[in-house]
């Protein structure tokens, strides 16, 4: 039962455009939102994250928007650059005290120059 | 001076054997845990653990068993493997409070022939 759904498993992007990356959940306990990029090879690293308290979150070219009544959240990244190209996971938690992460399945992301 | 080191990067090991793999944090976070990711590259939490507090995920067989010498380490003893058990095995810390951010190691790839 996977409560993080990534429906698209890749994503190509020109240098510069913006790169938009969604993500759906089921459980509306859900209340801590974030994203991991990773490379190959590498673990995740943590790049931005969102409260449910909050719709949008900002820092750098990274902003990430949650719909809390769609259950949807995305990630946008303007502009996009080729160091971009990874693997994007999105992330969930909710306040149970074990502070244990829900993973979607990943957006591979590809930035062509 | 990596913040979340396990060793060994890969593990070849055949069925029926024990195995073990090790996890290191500097961070001085307070939490520790256990991330599995399968075939289909999806991330599962297999343990959490704070201050000798192990939540174990339900669907994490027995033959799996972490150990805590002490705040900083986390290891993984696998039993009796299985060709199942074939994935790639992510450790991670927090600082144990809630929605805060994971922060992961490069992974452990396990090949069970």
């Known amino acids: 039962d996977q409560q993080v759904k990534q429906n698209s498993p890749s994503l190509s992007v020109q240098e510069g455009r913006i790169s938009i990356l969604n993500c759906d959940y089921t459980?509306?306990?859900?209340?801590?939102f974030l994203w991991y990029k990773k490379y190959p090879a590498e673990g995740p690293t943590f790049l931005i994250s969102?409260?449910?308290?909050?719709d949008k979150n900002e820092d750098g070219r990274f902003t990430v928007f949650l719909n809390k009544s769609a259950k949807h959240l995305s990630l946008h990244i303007v502009p996009s650059q080729p160091g971009d190209s990874a693997v994007y996971f999105c992330a969930a938690s909710a306040e149970t005290g074990a502070n244990n992460l829900f993973f979607g399945t990943g957006t591979r992301l590809t930035v062509i120059p | 001076d990596t913040a979340v080191s396990q060793t060994p990067k890969y593990l070849v090991t055949q069925m029926g054997n024990d195995k073990s793999i090790k996890c290191e944090q500097n961070?001085?976070?307070?939490?520790m845990y256990w991330y599995k990711q399968d075939s289909k590259k999806f991330l599962k939490i297999m343990f959490s653990y704070n201050n000798k507090e192990l939540i174990i995920n339900e669907t994490v067989p027995n033959r799996f068993s972490p150990k805590s010498p002490d705040k900083a380490h986390l290891n993984l003893h696998i039993n009796s493997l299985e060709l199942g058990d074939s994935a790639v095995y992510f450790c991670a810390s927090s600082p144990g409070l809630l929605n805060s951010p994971l922060h992961f190691g490069n992974g452990t790839r396990l090949t069970v022939t």
């Open positions: 961070l001085g976070h307070d939490t």
């Open positions: 969102i409260s449910s308290i909050k």
């Open positions: 459980n509306s306990m859900f209340d801590y």
